[in-house]
C-alpha cells in the first residue's frame, strides 16, 4: 500500500520569512510552481489517487488542488479537514523570524519552534487574527480551537483523524494522497515513522516534493523516499 504526503508550496509568507501558523495565507509565485512540478512529477512516475486529504488553509488547498490537476486527476474526491491545519504558532503568528528572535534570544526562538512540548505565547481569543474568530471553526467547541500549539499538542490533534479518516480509506485499498502542511506532516510522520520525541526535532519536510510511503498491512512503513 501506498502513501503520498506532499507539504504545500512556499506561501508568501514562507518568502517573507514570517510566523504563518493558521493565518490563512497564499502560495507565492515559487510555490504554485513547486505544486505544478510536483503534479507533473507524480504523472509521469504513474502515480493515481482515490481520495485526497488536505487542510482548511488556502495554501494547502491550493497545492492539493493543482497536484491534482498537473496529474490529470482534479476530479479525485477531496475531504478538507481543520486536523490537518499547520501547527498554530500562538502570538508568534506574523511576525517576523529574525525580527522575533532578536527581541527574545535565538535560543528562545529556537525552542518555541523546534521543542516537542513547550507552547509559544498563547494568541488571545479575542485578537482579531484569532482563530476563535474565523467562520471556517465555527462548529468547533470553543476548548478545541487552539490559541497556540506545540509539536505534541499537533500530533494530538492530527492523529484522530489519521485513525478516523487517513488509515481507514488506505486499508479500505484506497491510493491516498495528503496535501498538508510541515508540522501536520511531521505529526503524522512521527506516528507512522516510530520517530522519538527528540529525533522529530530534526526532521524537515520539504514545500512541494512528494513524499512517498511503502506501508505493509498494518500500516508500518516499509519503504520511505522522495520523488
Known amino acids: 500500500m501506498e502513501l503520498v504526503f506532499i507539504r504545500h508550496g512556499q506561501s508568501e509568507w514562507n ?17 504554485l510552481a513547486e505544486a505544478a512540478a510536483a503534479g507533473k512529477k ?33 476530479w479525485v474526491p477531496q475531504v478538507k479537514s481543520w486536523r490537518l491545519n499547520e501547527r498554530h504558532y500562538g502570538q508568534l503568528q506574523g511576525l517576523d523570524k529574525k525580527q522575533t528572535a532578536e527581541k ?10 523546534r521543542s ?15 482563530a476563535h474568530n474565523d467562520r471556517r471553526y465555527a462548529e468547533l467547541p470553543a476548548d478545541v480551537v487552539p490559541n497556540g500549539e506545540n509539536l505534541k499538542v499537533t500530533l494530538e490533534r492530527v492523529l484522530p483523524f489519521w485513525e478516523d479518516r487517513i488509515a481507514p480509506a488506505i486499508l479500505g485499498g484506497k491510493r491516498v494522497l495528503v496535501a498538508a502542511h510541515g508540522n501536520s506532516l ?3 510522520a512521527k506516528h507512522i515513522e ?22 505493509d498491512d498494518n500500516l508500518k512503513v516499509v519503504e520511505k523516499f522522495y520523488l
Open 15 to 31: 518568502a517573507k520569512n514570517l510566523f504563518t501558523g493558521w493565518r490563512d495565507v497564499k502560495l507565492s509565485e515559487q510555490g
Open 42 to 74: 507524480l504523472k509521469e512516475k504513474g502515480y493515481l489517487f482515490d481520495i485526497a486529504f488536505t487542510s482548511v488553509l488556502t495554501r494547502a488547498i491550493k497545492t492539493c488542488n493543482i497536484v491534482l490537476e498537473e496529474s490529470g486527476q482534479l
Open 116 to 130: 516537542y512540548d513547550t507552547l509559544p505565547p498563547l494568541l488571545d481569543p479575542s485578537d482579531e487574527f484569532s
Open 104 to 113: 527574545y534570544g535565538d535560543e528562545q526562538v529556537h525552542i518555541w519552534r
Open 186 to 188: 511531521r505529526a503524522l
Open 194 to 215: 516510530g520517530i522519538s520525541d527528540d529525533d522529530i526535532m530534526g526532521l524537515e519536510i520539504p514545500t512541494g516534493q512528494p513524499l512517498v510511503y511503502k506501508l
